[in-house]
C-alpha cells in the first residue's frame, strides 16, 4: 500500500494507540508504524498478517468450553481490537453471532449479573434529562453518528423488565450486539454506530430490591414524563414493551428516520419469507387469507407489513386489504363485538371482523371463537403464529387448513422452540408435504414425501436451537444501510416493503418450491447489500433521499459505503483521526 491516498492518519501514539479498539493493529503494526507511532519494544517482533491473527485467535477460542467463556472471549477480543474482532466473526457467522447474541447473553446476563465489563455505549437516565443533551454532546464529541441502536429494558428478548444493569447487561449487551450485527452483515463502519441504554425505572421488584443494582432505582416512569425523555432522535429502537413500541414508532416515524425492530423487521422479514411462498405458488399477496395467531406487537408488525404491501403491490385500499386478515388474541377472535365491549388495543380495532359473519359458529364456554373453528369458517392460506402458546397448531387445525388450500403457508413463529405453535415436521407430516414452512426457532429439516430433505427456514432464528440468532438479521441491516446510504429522512414503509421484496426474490423457493424460502444465514452480508441498495433505490424514488446521485449510480454508492475490516496503513498526524 504505497500509494500515499490509501493511508490513514492518526493522531495518538504509543499507550493510547495500543488501548483504542478502533485503531489497535496489535502484533500487525508494521515496523515502519511501530517506530512512527512510539510502540517499539511494546510489541513482540514478529509482525503478524490479518489472517495470521485470525487463525490464533480462533485457536484460542476453541479452547473456550461454555457458550458463556466464549462470549467472554469475543467481548474482550473487541474491547481490544474491532478489526481483529468483526474479521474473525465474519469468517465464522454460523458460529460465532450466537456467540455474541442470543441465546449467550441470556445465561451471561443470568450467571454473571454483578461482572463489570468495559462500557462502550451511552446511558441516559431519567433523573438526568435537564443535561441529557449537553451529556449525549458530550459523548459524542467529535463522532460522525449514522446509527443510534436504543432500549429502554422494558421487553427484552420477550421475557420482560430487564432494568438498567452494568454493561455486560442483557439490554445493554443486546443494544450492542445489535449495533455489531448491522457492522457484520450491514457494513456499517463501528464507529458510527453508538448504542444507548435508556434508563426510566424498572418494575422488576427483584432489581429494586437488590443492593447492587446499578441502575435508577425508581418504579418505571410512563405517560407524560417517559414521552418527554423519549423525545430525541433515533433509527433502530429495540426491546420496548408492547404499550410503547408501536405508539412511539408512530409518534416519531414522520419527524426522524426511526425504525423498529421488534415491529418493523420481524413483519418485514415475514413479509419477505411470505412473498417467497406466494411467488413459489405463482399467487398474489391479495389473494391469500391470512390468519395471524397472537396480536402482540409482532404479530401487529406483520398484519401492518402484509396489509401495507397488499396496499403499495395489488392496488388495495386500506379497507379492502383489511378484510383479508383475521386475527386471534387472548380473547380468541377479535371482532367488533369484542372491541365494543372488551379493552381491545386501537390498533386492532381496524382488523375486527363483522360479529353477523361469525352467527352459527361454535364458541368456547367464554364465548370466545377459538383457532380451529376461525379455520374450518375461514379456510386460511396463510397462517401466522405469534403467540408463545406451544402446540397450538395441531394435527386438527393443521389438517382442516391444507383440506382448504394446495399449498398451506404455515409460519409458526414463536420462539424459543418450545413455544412453537407446532414442530414443522409434524406440519410437514400432516399436510403430505404440502405445506410451506418456516419458524421463529430454529429446526432441523423434515422430510418429504418423496424422501428428500425440506430445509426449514427461520423467520426469527437462524441457528440451532443452542445458539440461536434473530434471522431479521436478514433484513434489518440492509434497511439501516439503505436508509443511511440514502440519507433518508424517514424509514417509510415503502422502503420497508423494497427491502423485504428484494429479500425475497433471493429465495430459493423461486427456483423449487421445495426448497428454503430463505436464503442461508451464511449469504447475510450478500443479502443485506441487495436489500441495502432496493432501500435506496426507493428512498430517492420517493423523494426522502438526502444525495445528489441517482437511482443508477447507488450499486456503486453502496459498494464505496462498506466498511471492511481490513487494516489500513498509517501515518502520523497531529491532525488526524483520534
Given at each position: 500500500?504505497?500509494?500515499?491516498?490509501?493511508?490513514?492518519?492518526?493522531?495518538?501514539?504509543?499507550?493510547?494507540?495500543?488501548?483504542?479498539?478502533?485503531?489497535?493493529?496489535?502484533?500487525?503494526?508494521?515496523?515502519?508504524?511501530?517506530?512512527?507511532?512510539?510502540?517499539?519494544?511494546?510489541?513482540?517482533?514478529?509482525?503478524?498478517?490479518?489472517?495470521?491473527?485470525?487463525?490464533?485467535?480462533?485457536?484460542?477460542?476453541?479452547?473456550?468450553?461454555?457458550?458463556?467463556?466464549?462470549?467472554?472471549?469475543?467481548?474482550?477480543?473487541?474491547?481490544?481490537?474491532?478489526?481483529?474482532?468483526?474479521?474473525?466473526?465474519?469468517?465464522?457467522?454460523?458460529?460465532?453471532?450466537?456467540?455474541?447474541?442470543?441465546?449467550?447473553?441470556?445465561?451471561?446476563?443470568?450467571?454473571?449479573s454483578h461482572l463489570f465489563r468495559r462500557s462502550e455505549g451511552l446511558y441516559l437516565t431519567l433523573?438526568?434529562?435537564?443535561?441529557?443533551?449537553?451529556?449525549?454532546?458530550?459523548?459524542?464529541?467529535?463522532?460522525?453518528?449514522?446509527?443510534?441502536?436504543?432500549?429502554?429494558?422494558?421487553?427484552?428478548?420477550?421475557?420482560?423488565?430487564?432494568?438498567?444493569?452494568?454493561?455486560?447487561?442483557?439490554?445493554?449487551?443486546?443494544?450492542?450486539?445489535?449495533?455489531?450485527?448491522?457492522?457484520?452483515?450491514?457494513?456499517?463502519?463501528?464507529?458510527?454506530s453508538l448504542s444507548v441504554t435508556l434508563d426510566v425505572g424498572t418494575d422488576n421488584a427483584n432489581?429494586?430490591?437488590?443492593?447492587?443494582?446499578?441502575?435508577?432505582?425508581?418504579?418505571?416512569?410512563?405517560?407524560?414524563?417517559?414521552?418527554?425523555?423519549?423525545?430525541?432522535?433515533?433509527?433502530?429502537?429495540?426491546?420496548?414493551?408492547?404499550?410503547?413500541?408501536?405508539?412511539?414508532?408512530?409518534?416519531?416515524?414522520?419527524?426522524?428516520?426511526?425504525?423498529?425492530?421488534?415491529?418493523?423487521?420481524?413483519?418485514?422479514?415475514?413479509?419477505?419469507?411470505?412473498?417467497?411462498?406466494?411467488?413459489?405458488?405463482?399467487?398474489?399477496?391479495?389473494?391469500?387469507?391470512?390468519?395471524?395467531?397472537?396480536?402482540?406487537?409482532?404479530?401487529?408488525?406483520?398484519?401492518?407489513?402484509?396489509?401495507?404491501?397488499?396496499?403499495?403491490?395489488?392496488?388495495?385500499?386500506?379497507?379492502?386489504?383489511?378484510?383479508?386478515?383475521?386475527?386471534?388474541?387472548?380473547?380468541?377472535?377479535?371482532?367488533?363485538?369484542?372491541?365494543?365491549?372488551?379493552?381491545?388495543?386501537?390498533?386492532?380495532?381496524?382488523?375486527?371482523?363483522?360479529?353477523?359473519?361469525?352467527?352459527?359458529?361454535?364458541?368456547?364456554?367464554?364465548?370466545?371463537?377459538?383457532?380451529?373453528?376461525?379455520?374450518?369458517?375461514?379456510?386460511?392460506?396463510?397462517?401466522?403464529?405469534?403467540?408463545?402458546?406451544?402446540?397450538?397448531?395441531?394435527?386438527?387445525?393443521?389438517?382442516?387448513?391444507?383440506?382448504?388450500?394446495?399449498?398451506?403457508?404455515?409460519?409458526?413463529?414463536?420462539?424459543?422452540?418450545?413455544?412453537?405453535?407446532?414442530?414443522?415436521?409434524?406440519?410437514?407430516?400432516?399436510?403430505?408435504?404440502?405445506?410451506?414452512?418456516?419458524?421463529?426457532?430454529?429446526?432441523?429439516?423434515?422430510?418429504?414425501?418423496?424422501?428428500?430433505?425440506?430445509?426449514?427456514?427461520?423467520?426469527?432464528?437462524?441457528?440451532?436451537?443452542?445458539?440461536?440468532?434473530?434471522?431479521?438479521?436478514?433484513?434489518?441491516?440492509?434497511?439501516?444501510?439503505?436508509?443511511?446510504?440514502?440519507?433518508?429522512?424517514?424509514?417509510?414503509?415503502?422502503?420497508?416493503?423494497?427491502?423485504?421484496?428484494?429479500?425475497?426474490?433471493?429465495?430459493?423457493?423461486?427456483?423449487?418450491?421445495?426448497?428454503?424460502?430463505?436464503?442461508?444465514?451464511?449469504?447475510?452480508?450478500?443479502?443485506?447489500?441487495?436489500?441495502?441498495?432496493?432501500?435506496?433505490?426507493?428512498?430517492?424514488?420517493?423523494?426522502?433521499?438526502?444525495?445528489?446521485?441517482?437511482?443508477?449510480?447507488?450499486?456503486?454508492?453502496?459498494?464505496?459505503?462498506?466498511?471492511?475490516?481490513?487494516?489500513?496503513?498509517?501515518?502520523?498526524?497531529?491532525?488526524?483521526?483520534?
Amino acid at each position: 500500500m504505497s500509494d500515499f491516498k490509501s493511508h490513514f492518519r492518526v493522531a495518538i501514539r504509543g499507550d493510547e494507540l495500543l488501548t483504542s479498539p478502533r485503531f489497535n493493529k496489535g502484533t500487525a503494526f508494521t515496523l515502519a508504524e511501530r517506530k512512527a507511532f512510539g510502540l517499539v519494544g511494546r510489541l513482540p517482533c514478529q509482525v503478524n498478517t490479518l489472517d495470521e491473527q485470525c487463525k490464533r485467535a480462533y485457536a484460542q477460542f476453541q479452547t473456550c468450553e461454555t457458550p458463556i467463556r466464549k462470549n467472554s472471549f469475543l467481548q474482550s477480543l473487541k474491547d481490544q481490537n474491532w478489526v481483529l474482532y468483526y474479521s474473525l466473526v465474519s469468517r465464522y457467522l454460523r458460529e460465532m453471532v450466537p456467540i455474541i447474541y442470543t441465546p449467550t447473553e441470556a445465561d451471561a446476563i443470568s450467571e454473571y449479573s454483578h461482572l463489570f465489563r468495559r462500557s462502550e455505549g451511552l446511558y441516559l437516565t431519567l433523573k438526568d434529562q435537564d443535561s441529557m443533551e449537553e451529556d449525549f454532546l458530550e459523548q459524542t464529541k467529535g463522532r460522525d453518528i449514522d446509527l443510534i441502536v436504543c432500549s429502554d429494558a422494558e421487553a427484552i428478548l420477550g421475557i420482560g423488565d430487564q432494568g438498567v444493569g452494568l454493561p455486560n447487561s442483557l439490554v445493554y449487551e443486546i443494544s450492542t450486539a445489535k449495533s455489531a450485527i448491522y457492522t457484520l452483515i450491514g457494513g456499517m463502519d463501528p464507529s458510527k454506530s453508538l448504542s444507548v441504554t435508556l434508563d426510566v425505572g424498572t418494575d422488576n421488584a427483584n432489581l429494586l430490591n437488590d443492593d447492587l443494582y446499578v441502575g435508577w432505582n425508581h418504579e418505571r416512569v410512563r405517560g407524560e414524563e417517559y414521552d418527554r425523555f423519549i423525545d430525541s432522535s433515533l433509527l433502530h429502537f429495540e426491546d420496548f414493551g408492547v404499550t410503547n413500541a408501536e405508539r412511539l414508532l408512530q409518534k416519531y416515524r414522520t419527524a426522524h428516520s426511526v425504525f423498529n425492530d421488534d415491529i418493523q423487521g420481524t413483519g418485514a422479514v415475514t413479509l419477505a419469507c411470505t412473498m417467497a411462498a406466494v411467488g413459489a405458488t405463482k399467487s398474489k399477496l391479495s389473494d391469500q387469507r391470512y390468519l395471524i395467531f397472537g396480536a402482540g406487537s409482532a404479530g401487529m408488525g406483520i398484519a401492518h407489513q402484509l396489509r401495507d404491501a397488499i396496499i403499495q403491490l395489488n392496488n388495495f385500499n386500506e379497507s379492502q386489504a383489511n378484510t383479508l386478515f383475521y386475527l386471534i388474541d387472548k380473547d380468541g377472535l377479535i371482532t367488533d363485538e369484542l372491541v365494543d365491549t372488551t379493552s381491545v388495543r386501537a390498533e386492532l380495532h381496524p382488523f375486527a371482523r363483522p360479529s353477523a359473519e361469525w352467527n352459527g359458529v361454535q364458541r368456547d364456554e367464554g364465548g370466545k371463537i377459538r383457532l380451529l373453528e376461525v379455520v374450518k369458517h375461514v379456510k386460511p392460506t396463510v397462517l401466522i403464529g405469534c403467540s408463545t402458546c406451544a402446540g397450538a397448531f395441531t394435527e386438527e387445525v393443521v389438517k382442516a387448513m391444507a383440506a382448504g388450500c394446495e399449498r398451506p403457508i404455515i409460519l409458526p413463529l414463536s420462539n424459543p422452540s418450545r413455544l412453537v405453535e407446532v414442530d414443522p415436521k409434524d406440519a410437514n407430516e400432516w399436510t403430505k408435504g404440502k405445506a410451506l414452512l418456516a419458524t421463529g426457532s430454529p429446526f432441523p429439516p423434515a422430510k418429504m414425501p418423496n424422501g428428500k430433505d425440506y430445509i426449514i427456514a427461520e423467520c426469527n432464528t437462524l441457528m440451532n436451537e443452542r445458539l440461536s440468532m434473530d434471522a431479521d438479521a436478514l433484513i434489518y441491516p440492509g434497511l439501516g444501510f439503505g436508509a443511511i446510504l440514502a440519507q433518508s429522512r424517514h424509514m417509510t414503509d415503502s422502503m420497508i416493503i423494497a427491502g423485504a421484496r428484494r429479500l425475497a426474490t433471493l429465495s430459493p423457493a423461486l427456483s423449487d418450491p421445495d426448497d428454503a424460502l430463505l436464503p442461508d444465514f451464511v449469504d447475510a452480508p450478500k443479502v443485506s447489500f441487495e436489500v441495502g441498495i432496493a432501500v435506496a433505490e426507493q428512498a430517492i424514488i420517493e423523494g426522502t433521499a438526502r444525495v445528489d446521485w441517482t437511482r443508477e449510480q447507488v450499486r456503486d454508492e453502496a459498494s464505496k459505503k462498506v466498511w471492511k475490516p481490513i487494516y489500513k496503513q498509517y501515518v502520523y498526524d497531529e491532525q488526524g483521526s483520534r
